[in-house]
């Protein structure tokens, strides 16, 4: 079958179709609707955890275990794997319940960021549990003159010191870092208008959860200014919705988008998925 490239409903993402993951001769056609798209999605392709790493390794070295990802939510045996989920087994949850519900780039304050994530579905709610990204590749191109001046050329700090706070005073009810993990999470800078180390285009990179302040500007000065930034950013036109079903996989490009996991009913549904992160670079 013949791999074609389509859209599957509003926005800039991608469904690969006719793609086998476990094909070594399919990566070439995955890849480039990656770079091309930014977020692509594979559908009704159920992956074992041993298939999801096989097929997450092409794309890069995985990240593995984090400072600011608790170890419990690792699978067993699979640290390599994070499970997104509100399963609870002997008591216990076996992942992340309330993971990503912001605007975010996945693993942006580190030295080295996350070149991808690699979400696929095992269990889904009938309704809710959408994620949403932005393209802030569109938001770079688009981006007014004027704020463009002020941004070129500065950097940007990233933490996920700020938003774990935030998310542990409010009760989140996922489990706490260790006092080591919190002490290895540090301030990192990035410049915002990054060049994409594979397709040389710019993008912005910055989000609201994570993006505090802009190095060398006063402190209203950079608080107004990143608020212009994401209220360019997060304009319709640059989003798209998913909508998960059983069986997809989304990959996403963290150096070109941000995304943001919408709530879904914990009491009545279930949401269970893996993750994998792909090792990336320094931005530039
Ligand atoms: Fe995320």
Redesign the pocket.
Known sequence: MAIKVRHPGEGFAAEVVGADPGRAEDFEAIHRAFLDHGVILIRDHPLSPDAQLHFSRRFGPLMGRRPSTPDKVLMPGEPEIVVLSNRVVNGENVGITD??RYW???LCFEEEPNLG?IVHAIEVPPTGGDTLFADLEQACRTLPVTIKKRIEGKRAAHTFRKHYLEVMAEGSPRPPLTPKQLAALKETYHPIIRTHPETGRKTLFINPGHTTHIEDMDEAASRDLLHELFEHCLQPDFIYRHQWRVGDTVIWDNRRVM?N?EPYDMERYTRHMH?TCIHGDRPF
């Open positions: 993971a990503g975010h780039s996945d994530t995304h996991a993750r």
